[in-house]
């Protein structure tokens, strides 16, 4: 029934009002039926009492706006969002009436509330400005954190969702628990205060605010501290004014100064001095926060030291309307178990999905109860769940997948094998690729505003030019570049490694002699080797199965699988002598093309044989062979 009835009122509005303005007409005018339904308003400022004044809808809006502020003043200034200047007395004439007509249960007009935010959000995507927590997302944390009674803290609250999703959860479980939250953004912090409303959500003190510049629960020069925090900041968000930030009055950022073109890990470290002593929280952050290096690679290295991360849970990609990039929840707590202590639980619920339609996917009940199991038992499940001990974690990396893989990979030349990781990193003269090569570098971003194809003093190197492990160089597309600064960062070298750095299927050439000018395209990655690395030896390792296992599992993305140069340096290979790694690679290539020739020979021997069988059959002499 709410679905019809939403439908058919957001419809009157779309001719007068963008998408991203219908839940600023909507909400407010619901929330006067709402009150009205619960008896908790006088008659003048009930939706049936301004359909009287037809005359100045709007001012008789306004003036029922303010007598419900006027009773409660926990709705102070939330009505403001209402764009009284932008609409015809004729629609919101029609609103009103359909409006009044409502006559719903306290449980629909907080159903009818989900699915307001939920259809402008799947529709807005990022142009209605909110970073809204997908349903199943808070379901699932929520549920991790269990919080019962004490205190709940969101500082990034957004439309108030995962507010009251902890509400939910304590009035089900018999609990009872304070909120707290701070947003930003005046519209969604207004949204928030009515979806509040609509809930029942009573013991909710949510304050409008910059939670990094200016934290709105503070204790004297402290931050406030709560029992459990979960947030769901904007991903990658600039931080406005670093310089306040830094100079911290409250001290939150003892693991490591954020950096200042993305707020991801400022919020991580808000929302951790935010909790008491015995408190935990969950951060929902994409891949980058948890694998990226520099300085948010101390702040991980300081918080595993400190051992106060607990969990690091993959989900699916596609959960989020606005973005594909692929989300993890990061659980932190102060209070450990003994059990758990020095280790962290690694989850891979990248598989545990429902499909919501073609570009959307949800975790249903079965996913989230999967996960919560696994992570409150400590079960270890092949593939899906493993405890890793903090000493164990490489470069404060904590993707799930770099734990999660069972080591077995597909190789052309073998089908599946299996790579054992310990025997890996054991073999002796192992050396990091870093240490062998001169450089690692990009190739050259290649779109009409680089580049003019068909003519110039350039050829360029793409993906189609690479086959069975060799370069055609007599089929390079010519080139002129328009911008030439810096061009010699792209040119490539005779024993240069190329490695494609796109997609499941990885490329691997050397470059041999070249007397043009040849660059290599973005979907490449170059090698320089230095002289202790033979790049043949280079390319054999690579396209080994434990070659493409190092490389596989250095691969990030969604949608689309990429390595960055920066991963390739920590690959480490087992290097004996140069003139040992060249007698190798020289042997293996003289055995290979002496097995080559043979395979051939036998090839046409087959080929004699099956023309003698053609003879005996009498049907020779029906066809001739042209080449």
């Known amino acids: ?126 142009k209605g400005g909110a970073h809204y927590s997908p349903e199943s997302v808070n379901q699932l944390g929520i549920a991790l954190l269990q919080p019962q009674s004490g205190t709940f803290y969101d500082g990034a609250a957004g439309v108030g969702a995962t507010t009251v999703e902890a509400q939910k959860y304590a009035r089900e479980t018999n609990g009872n628990i304070q909120l707290f939250g701070q947003e930003v953004n005046y519209n969604n912090w207004a949204a928030a205060k009515f979806n509040l409303l609509f809930h029942g959500v ?94 948010e690679g101390t702040i991980r290295q300081n918080m595993i030291s400190a051992d106060v991360i607990e969990a690091v849970i993959a989900l699916p990609e596609n959960i989020y309307a606005e973005t ?88 052309n030349t073998f089908g599946k094998v299996k790579v054992s990781q310990d025997k890996i990193k054991n073999q002796p003269n192992n050396k990091s690729l870093s240490n062998l090569t001169e450089s690692i570098y990009r190739g050259l971003n290649v779109s009409s505003k680089s580049v003019e194809e068909g003519v110039g003093e350039y050829k360029i190197i793409k993906l189609s030019d690479v ?36 997609g499941t299927s990885i490329k691997i050439a050397v470059v041999p002699h070249v007397e043009e000018n040849i660059i290599l395209s973005h979907n490449f990655l170059g090698i320089r080797c230095n002289n202790q690395l033979d790049p043949y030896f280079l390319k054999e390792y690579l396209e080994s199965p434990v070659g493409q296992y190092m490389l596989t599992s250095k691969q990030i993305g969604t949608n689309i699988l990429t390595i960055n140069p920066k991963d390739l340096e920590d690959i480490k290979i087992p290097v004996p002598e140069i003139e040992a790694q060249m007698e190798i690679v020289e042997g293996f290539h003289d055995m290979k093309s002496n097995i080559q020739e043979r395979l051939q020979q036998l090839e046409e021997e087959k080929k004699q044989l099956q023309l003698q069988l053609y003879d005996y059959m009498g049907i020779r002499d029906s066809f001739e062979i042209i080449e």
Request: neutral net charge.
């Open 324 to 411: 594909a990039i692929q989300t993890n929840l990061l659980v932190l707590n102060k209070n450990k178990p003994i059990e758990r202590q020095g280790k962290i639980l690694f989850i891979n619920a990248e598989e545990e999905f429902k499909q919501l339609n073609r570009r959307r996917k949800l975790l249903n009940h079965e996913n989230i109860n999967k996960v919560v199991n696994a992570y409150k038992k400590g079960t270890q499940i092949k593939g899906f769940s493993k405890f890793v001990k903090t000493n164990k974690i490489e470069d404060a990396d904590l993707l799930c997948k770099r734990y999660l893989e069972d080591g077995e990979i597909e190789v």
């Open 1 to 126: 029934m709410e679905d019809n009835v939403l439908f058919n009122q957001l419809d009157i509005l779309r001719g007068d009002l963008p998408l991203e303005k219908m839940k600023n007409v909507a909400i407010p005018i619901y929330s006067l039926q709402f009150l009205k339904n619960n008896q908790k308003i006088p008659e003048e400022a009930t939706v049936s009492n301004v359909l009287k004044h037809e005359d100045n809808l709007v001012g008789s809006l306004v003036h029922a706006f303010k007598i419900v502020e006027d009773e409660y003043p926990e709705l102070k200034g939330v009505y403001d969002i209402f764009p009284s200047k932008e609409l015809s007395q004729k629609v919101l004439f029609n609103f009103l009436l359909q409006v009044n007509n409502m006559k719903f249960t306290n449980n629909e007009w907080a159903d009818l509330m989900e699915k307001l935010f939920n259809n402008l959000y799947e529709n807005e995507g990022k």
């Open 467 to 502: 086959k069975d492990g060799e370069i055609n160089l007599e089929e390079l597309t010519q080139v002129t570049l328009k911008r030439k600064s810096k061009v010699e960062m792209y040119l490539v070298q005779r024993g240069d490694v190329i490695i494609s750095n796109r």
């Open 202 to 295: 009573e013991n909710a003190d949510l304050r409008l605010g910059d939670t990094l510049l200016k934290p709105a629960f503070v204790e004297g020069k402290n931050i406030a501290k709560f029992d459990r925090v979960m947030m769901d900041f904007p991903f990658s968000m600039n931080i406005t004014d670093y310089e306040k930030l830094i100079n911290d009055p409250f001290n939150r950022f003892i693991y490591g100064k954020p950096p200042r073109r993305s707020a991801d890990m400022a919020f991580i470290m808000h929302g951790l001095s935010s909790l008491n002593q015995n408190g935990k929280a969950i951060f929902v952050v994409t891949n980058g926060t948890l694998f990226r290096k520099g300085v």
